[in-house]
């Protein structure tokens, strides 16, 4: 919870786009991409080493000696901006070492004006429905971290299961929830907790209470320091070996959390915690103050995260669960290098750079990095949120694949069995063909989500099989409220049975395969596998109907069938399987 700020940034056409500025805790400046942190200056200066709860190891936007103070801005205009960002974080640690390689570099900054507090002089009910009974249930220990809207502190259980135990409690102030959707906001983070709790890389929760003046988040306490903290002591950057063991714990959680219908929104190294000091602890997620609720085939439009880690996407307001898979491809990077992917030395210039620029993959010290490693970054950093890799299916990655780790099951593979059943014979010929021609990386992610579905004595899934699997893998609280949904869409799969051949047609991504470097071989051998097997003569108004375009794509759809046999030519048929749509130049669909 914090504040979000607005810039006007000039767009890729030259038009003027009012975006967030608001870089959060541990957003708030920029090393360049050649200029990592050396593991020099981590070593010898001890404040480095001993970081303090939120901190950041890039520079402040704050003049030396002048602490951060919050913008008076409460909330932002509700047509662009639906959530707040956290406040930036001084970083007094390292900036001053910072600021003389980089020329003192401040990141300019400037609140939008505001409508006031309390949305039309309305009272707000601030009353959550919680228990009351903290100061029975709990004794208030010392304070272990701050943020804009509250704090949080260790506590200890005095009855019940929490009977001398030690926790963390959230605490935020009701004074500074001065509109609906900050209240709402944090009812939404208490509900997400409460429906996700359970998983061994997620953090626990325990408890909700209030009082008059706060509400209170009981939550297990991690005392091992943040992830950011780790990158630090490391000199700034991880060894892949040992970067590898972090993504996929990241990878795993934000699985689970996708699965059951959530986005983080705001992931980053401040929000992973160890569990102990241990060098082989734990990590678990925190802070769902951002999260949401989402369906499959739902887009949100509120621009949310933090400044480095936000995707493309999120700032042309249309996205969903890949984002998070974005900001997992900045963590991946910065473990492997030890800087930013996308930096500027403004926030304005920090968007400019996520929608235009390309990661550098060049300087040191990326020649030493391994091919594989290289792959897996490009594959979750691709500005077309198609392309992305899943969770699960960067679990299956060959830079992170491990025979012994179970995959999890990936919500994509309901999406797209829904969207095959219901796709016409001609289309369904179309992706059989590709299916023959994927390569066993792609066959390797395809068996593991199969196997998942258990299928029956014949090596074939029915609807039963997606509905037990979904089931077996779903919280209670996706139970009752996602489940349903769901697998009402995929109801036609009631009557007939599927074997992994059809699958493996149902259940790929034309777009991600565009994203790999092999689809041009991919998609020859595909097409000579539909050539000898479903191409047929077609005509013009019969693919604008496959395609759902009307007559103004006749001219365009014209070139995409072969003159000598009107048949789909090469060139129609990669066409015809992305599923392009004629309409209006518009950025969020060229990215």
């Excluded at 198609?386 to 060959?398: D, E, F, G, S, V």
Aim: with cysteine.
């Amino acid at each position: 919870m914090g504040q979000c700020y607005g810039k006007a940034v000039a767009g890729e056409s030259g038009d003027v786009v009012t975006t967030i500025v608001a870089p959060s805790s541990g957003e708030d400046g920029g090393v360049h991409p050649q200029s990592p942190l050396p593991a020099s200056e981590v070593a010898n200066n001890p404040s480095v080493r001993n970081t303090p709860a939120r901190s950041s190891p890039w520079p402040s936007p704050y003049p030396a000696g002048v602490p951060p103070t919050p913008s008076p801005a409460r909330s932002t205009p509700r047509r662009f901006f639906r959530r707040p960002f956290p406040p930036p974080s001084p970083a007094k640690h390292i900036k001053a070492s910072l600021a003389k390689r980089l020329g003192n570099a401040k990141p300019k900054e400037g609140p939008i004006p505001e409508d006031g507090g309390n949305e039309g002089g309305q009272l707000l009910d601030k009353s959550f429905g919680y228990g009351k009974n903290f100061g029975a249930k709990y004794e208030l220990g010392k304070e272990i971290g701050r943020g804009h809207f509250g704090h949080t502190c260790s506590a200890k259980g005095k009855k019940g299961e929490l009977k001398d135990q030690v926790v963390a409690v959230k605490i935020i102030s009701k004074a500074k929830m001065t509109t609906a959707i900050s209240i709402e906001d944090v009812r939404r983070e208490v509900k997400i907790l409460k429906a996700l709790s359970g998983h061994k890389h997620l953090v626990q929760f325990y408890d909700a209470c209030e009082d008059s003046n706060n509400v209170y988040i009981v939550m297990e306490l991690c005392e091992g320091g943040e992830l950011l903290d780790r990158i630090l002591s490391r000199g700034g950057r991880y060894p892949e070996v040992d970067a590898k063991v972090i993504i996929k714990q990241i990878l795993n959680v934000v699985s689970f959390c996708h699965l059951q219908g959530v986005v983080h929104r705001d992931l980053k190294p401040e929000n992973f915690l160890f569990t102990s000091k241990s060098e082989d602890a734990d990590m678990k997620l925190i802070d769902f103050g951002l999260s949401d609720f989402i369906r499959p085939d739902e887009r949100l439009n509120d621009i949310v995260g933090s400044a480095y880690y936000v995707a493309p996407e999120v700032l042309h307001r249309s996205y969903s669960l890949e984002g998070d898979m974005w900001s997992i491809g900045v963590i991946t990077y910065i473990l492997l290098c030890g800087s930013r992917p996308f930096w500027a030395r403004t926030e304005s210039g920090i968007f400019r750079a996520v929608l235009r620029a390309e990661p550098n993959f060049d300087d040191l010290p990326w020649p030493s990095v391994s091919p594989e490693a290289k792959d897996f970054v490009k594959r979750v950093l691709n500005k077309d949120y198609r392309k992305r890799m899943t969770a699960a299916q960067a679990l299956t990655h060959p830079w992170l694949r491990d025979e012994n780790q179970p995959i999890p099951l990936d919500i994509l593979i309901y999406k797209l069995v829904k969207s095959y059943l219901h796709v016409t014979p001609f289309k369904r010929a179309a992706l059989k063909a590709l299916s023959k021609a994927l390569t066993e990386d792609e066959l390797y992610y395809l068996r593991a989500e199969f196997e998942l579905l258990e299928p029956t004595g014949d090596g074939r899934v029915t609807f039963e099989n997606f509905r037990m699997a979904l089931l077996n893998n779903a919280t209670e609280a996706m139970k009752e409220s996602r489940v349903p949904d769901i697998l009402n869409t995929m109801t036609t799969l009631s009557y007939r049975k599927m074997d992994f051949d059809e699958f493996c047609a149902a259940a790929i991504s034309t777009h991600q395969l565009e994203g790999r470097e092999g689809w041009d071989q991919i998609a020859s051998t595909a097409f000579e596998h539909f050539e000898q097997e479903g191409n047929r003569i077609i005509t013009v108004e019969e693919l604008a109907r496959e395609l759902n375009l009307g007559p103004t794509a006749y001219s365009i759809l014209r070139d995409w069938i072969r003159s000598s046999d009107g048949k789909l030519s090469f060139l129609g048929y990669t066409k015809f399987l992305h599923g392009v749509t004629i309409r209006s130049s518009n950025t969020r669909h060229h990215q």
